[in-house]
């Protein structure tokens, strides 16, 4: 007796897979699930300033540090302080961003520092704590 190997052939061929997508669906929204209740969210306002509160740093809070990547020259009043740079960055006097001037120029890896009235350059800036 011979086996027709061939209608066998033809009628593989002609069946398609079906997949089953809900399975699928429910394990991905079992996921989600469990990302949303396991995460926190927080809210952040419009009115930030960008730096952050005093509540949330550690000790001292007077220098604010200016990371630019390629930073090579910083300039303040006309005074060069490019000595202040460590790993690219600088650290800012709080009266320097609330009531001075900062030009920042990452084309070129340039600050230009204009301090409030009565603040010396050597105030202004300090060499970032490591």
């Not at 509160?53 to 990371?67: E, F, M």
């Not at 000595?83 to 650290?91: E, N």
């Not at 800036?125 to 704590?129: L, T």
């Given at each position: 007796m011979a086996i027709d190997t061939q209608s066998y052939r033809r009628k593989l061929r002609g069946r398609q897979a079906r997949v089953n997508l809900v399975p699928l669906i429910d394990v991905i929204f079992t996921i989600l699930i469990f990302l949303m209740v396991t995460s926190s969210f927080q809210v952040v306002s419009?009115?930030?300033?960008?730096?952050p509160?005093?509540?949330?740093?550690?000790?001292?809070?007077?220098?604010?540090?200016?990371?630019v990547a390629g930073?090579?020259?910083?300039?303040?009043?006309g005074v060069d302080m490019s000595?202040?740079?460590?790993?690219?960055?600088?650290?800012v006097h709080t009266n320097v961003i609330d009531e001075g001037e900062i030009i920042i120029k990452p084309k070129d890896g340039t600050i230009i520092i204009t301090?409030?009235?009565g603040m010396s350059p050597y105030e202004a800036?300090?060499?970032?704590?490591t």
């Open positions: 419009d009115t930030s300033s960008g730096k509160d005093v509540s949330q740093t550690d000790g001292n809070s007077q220098y604010y540090l200016l990371p930073l090579t020259t910083v300039t303040v009043n000595s202040y740079i460590r790993d690219s960055a600088i650290a301090t409030p009235e800036v300090h060499v970032p704590e």
